[in-house]
Each structure stands twice: as structure tokens, then as C-alpha cells.
């Protein structure tokens, strides 16, 4: 069973660091695109970008860049989303999912999210 | 401001047809195809149609898509309780280096 696992919610300061994570199994974790889409409370999707765990090669939204860093760890097919310093506007829901590659937009399957609380 | 535009809202009573639109422009559905999404409440978001027309595997023919110049929409017939549900669209856009865009969502209520 192809399946996404993310790490458990986590509430944090203004100004701190964080990383969350996203456990891949169930299919060839390196030959594949994952995604990474915010939610905000009571809001829409919002796509973050991509990160190819073969190469690390990843494509950030215009909205994102330079805000977060995403990355891999081929050896525990685990792939990460960072915030160097935390703002409340980053307070939201963040899914991972198994992306299709450039020119698509089929995500599957989708990590159960996980909610980051940015507050002081 | 989402680049896809979706109805808010969108209700029907049970076995009924409903569609939802997304419209779009020439550097997303225009040269790319669409993809819709169903999030129930309190959970992740998962894939109903992608390719425009496509349905994985155990997406109930119930669920159908369809593209036509820089829009696609999704329809539902035999409307059931269960479908009540966010319904998102997204697509490639080829401007800005290329990125994916999603609509605003449709929320579907049963009535």
C-alpha cells in the first residue's frame, strides 16, 4: 500500500525553528516527485512546491520562496519541510503527497497533515 | 485571489446531478490538464479525477470530469449524503517557471 506518514502536530514561538517530516513507503520513493500544500484555518489548498528525492531537485511556489526549505533523506525515504523562523501567519495544516511531476497536478496519495500552531 | 475560479457553494438533494466549474486561462487549463480533489472535513484531501476525465481506483463512476477550452468542471450524479465535501480543482501553470495552482473550493452540501 502506497502510503504518506507525517509527523505529529507541534506549537511553536514567533521566531523559532521547525521541521516536520513525511515517511514515504509502498512505491520507489526515489523515482517520484512529493509535494508539499498548506491549508489555513478554514481556508483553501495552496501548493508549497516539490522535491525529487532522487537528486533533491525541488521548485518552490513564487509564494514560498525563501520562506521555507524543503529536503530528503533518501535512506529513510523521508522528506522534510523547515522554517528557519516561525511567523503566526505560518499557523496552518500541512499535507505532503505524492506528486506527478512537472506539467502535473495529480497528488496521490495525500499524508494525514500536520497541524503547526505558531503563537506567542 | 485564486488564478482558478470555482462557485463557493454549490447544494443538491440525494440522486440528483451536480457540477462544479473551474475556470481558468491560457497558462494553466488552457495547455494543461486538471485535476479535482474531495476533502471531507477533518481530513486530508483526496484525488477524485485527474487527467481532466480519469478516476483512480475506487473513485466511484458516480464522480466524472470534463475539459473544454480554459475550463473543466466535475460532475456528480446519483447525489449521496457521503459527497458533502469540499471539492478543489488544480492545474499545472506553465507561467512563473511553471507551478500548480488550486481553486478557491466548492463547498457541496446535500440537502
Known amino acids: 500500500e502506497v502510503q504518506l506518514v507525517q509527523s505529529g502536530a507541534e506549537v511553536k514561538k514567533p521566531g523559532e525553528s521547525l521541521t516536520i517530516s513525511c515517511k514515504a513507503s509502498g512505491y520507489r520513493f526515489n523515482t517520484q516527485w512529493v509535494a508539499w500544500v498548506r491549508q489555513k484555518p478554514g481556508k483553501g489548498l495552496e501548493w508549497m512546491g516539490i522535491?525529487?528525492?532522487?537528486?533533491?531537485?525541488?521548485r518552490y511556489s513564487p509564494s514560498f520562496q525563501g520562506r521555507v526549505n524543503m529536503s530528503v533523506d533518501k535512506s529513510i525515504s523521508t522528506v522534510y519541510l523547515q522554517w528557519s523562523s516561525l511567523r503566526p501567519s505560518d499557523t496552518a495544516m500541512y499535507y505532503c503527497?505524492?506528486?506527478?511531476?512537472?506539467?502535473?497536478?495529480?497528488?496521490?496519495?495525500w499524508g494525514q497533515g500536520t497541524l503547526v500552531t505558531v503563537s506567542s | 485571489q485564486s488564478v482558478l475560479t470555482q462557485p463557493p457553494s454549490v447544494s443538491g438533494t440525494p440522486g440528483e446531478r451536480v457540477t462544479i466549474s473551474c475556470a481558468g486561462g491560457s497558462s494553466n487549463i488552457g495547455q494543461n490538464t486538471a485535476s479535482w480533489f474531495q476533502q471531507v472535513p477533518g481530513s486530508a484531501p483526496k484525488l477524485l479525477i485527474y487527467?481532466?476525465?480519469q478516476r483512480p481506483s475506487g473513485v466511484p463512476d458516480r464522480f466524472s470530469g470534463s475539459k473544454s477550452g480554459t475550463s473543466a468542471s466535475l460532475a456528480i450524479s446519483g447525489l449521496q449524503a457521503e459527497d458533502e465535501a469540499h471539492y478543489y480543482c488544480a492545474v499545472w501553470d506553465n507561467s512563473l517557471n511553471g507551478h500548480v495552482v488550486f481553486g478557491g473550493g466548492t463547498k457541496l452540501t446535500v440537502l
Open positions: 503527497a505524492r506528486h506527478y511531476g512537472s506539467g502535473s497536478s495529480k497528488f496521490d496519495p
Open positions: 522535491i525529487y528525492p532522487g537528486d533533491s531537485d525541488t
Open positions: 487527467s481532466n476525465s
